[in-house]
């Protein structure tokens, strides 16, 4: 195994919350809220399949972390990491254990799809689920990693925005509105400045590993404007959602797009954003401001807080335009 121990004077984890890295939590659930909102506007919205739902996103999100702990750290790309430490880096956990605890965590989310599956109808979903599956471990696994390509970012816009988003209301609603596609672009760029300000944070270490991510490529300088994008567009998109979802997304089609009037809608659609605005401006200030390694933390913290709360108000807004 590479890296170095705690006797080493290496990282040393403290525990296993630290390596399922909670701060990034709020992306797996926050697509599922947001598609679950979009069933309720419809009129199918299901508690046991949101929750299904929320189940296995849950689960790749921490077997990807594991994941990545594990290859990173028999790679060597964490031994001079700047960010949290991690258990295979340190020494405390053999990486086989680490492994087996991330395939675990697969093969809960398989079984957690599964019975999503058997609700739903939609088999074909099982060809999604293994991609998604795949995405997670190769991530950083396997001889050619993405993620050392510089591709992390598509595949996690494409499974913890586009395809958690839409198939959370799929497997409810057995369809999909277009409306609902602009917000679902807009948790995915936001699930993807979890990442971008993960890697700045490791811009320095990772080219010394092979480790090519966005923000190296990018540069450090590209890298804080494209995070600081990421959390601003989606504001916009999440307002087209909003208008468009009032003109066709109405449980009750013949009333025009609901009771709410456009004026009214225009209101809320302009309302939302800004009450995310200062979650927007937390999680900014210190990748504005020049801050580097560790004090980088607390944007990666509030830019999950802030997709959790995009997820919610999205949702809630979504519902009530439509009612």
Not at 5 to 23: H, K, M, Y
Not at 164 to 172: D, E, F, K, P
Not at 187 to 210: E, K, Y
Not at 265 to 284: E, Q, Y
Request: with cysteine; proline share 5%.
């Amino acid at each position: 195994m590479s890296g170095k121990t705690a006797q080493d004077g290496g990282p040393r984890a403290t525990s296993w919350a630290e390596v399922v890295r909670l701060r990034t939590l709020p992306a797996a659930v926050a697509p599922v809220i947001l598609g679950s909102g979009a069933a309720a506007a419809t009129g199918d919205l299901s508690g046991v399949r949101s929750l299904l739902a929320a189940g296995v996103a849950l689960a790749l999100q921490v077997g990807c972390n594991l994941a990545n702990d594990y290859s990173d750290g028999v790679r060597g790309t964490d031994d001079e990491r700047t960010g949290p430490p991690r258990l295979t880096a340190s020494g405390q956990v053999a990486p086989r254990t680490v492994k087996l605890a991330a395939f675990g965590c697969f093969g809960l989310g398989a079984l957690l799809g599964l019975g999503l599956l058997v609700l739903s109808g939609q088999w074909w979903l099982l060809v999604v689920g293994a991609a998604a599956i795949a995405a997670a471990w190769f991530y950083t696994g396997g001889s050619r990693p993405y993620g050392y390509a510089g591709l992390g970012e598509l595949f996690v816009f494409i499974f913890f925005g586009l395809v958690a988003t839409a198939g959370t209301t799929y497997v409810q609603a057995d369809t999909v509105p277009g409306w609902l596609w602009p917000s679902a672009c807009g948790i995915g760029l936001l699930a993807c400045s979890l990442l971008m300000v993960n890697n700045l944070r490791d811009i320095d270490t990772d080219p010394d590993h092979g480790k090519m991510t966005l923000a190296v490529r990018l540069g450090e300088r590209g890298a804080r404007r494209a995070f600081s994008a990421m959390l601003y567009l989606p504001l916009l998109l999440g307002a087209v959602a909003l208008v468009w979802a009032r003109e066709t997304g109405s449980a009750s089609p013949a009333d025009g797009g609901g009771h709410v009037s456009p004026l009214l809608t225009l209101v809320i659609a302009l309302t939302v954003p800004f009450l995310l605005l200062p979650l927007v401006r937390r999680a900014t200030a210190p990748v504005r401001a020049g801050a580097r390694g560790r004090d980088l933390i607390g944007s990666l913290r509030e830019a999950g807080l802030l997709e959790l709360a995009y997820g919610i108000v999205f949702a809630a807004a979504t519902v009530i335009i439509t009612l």
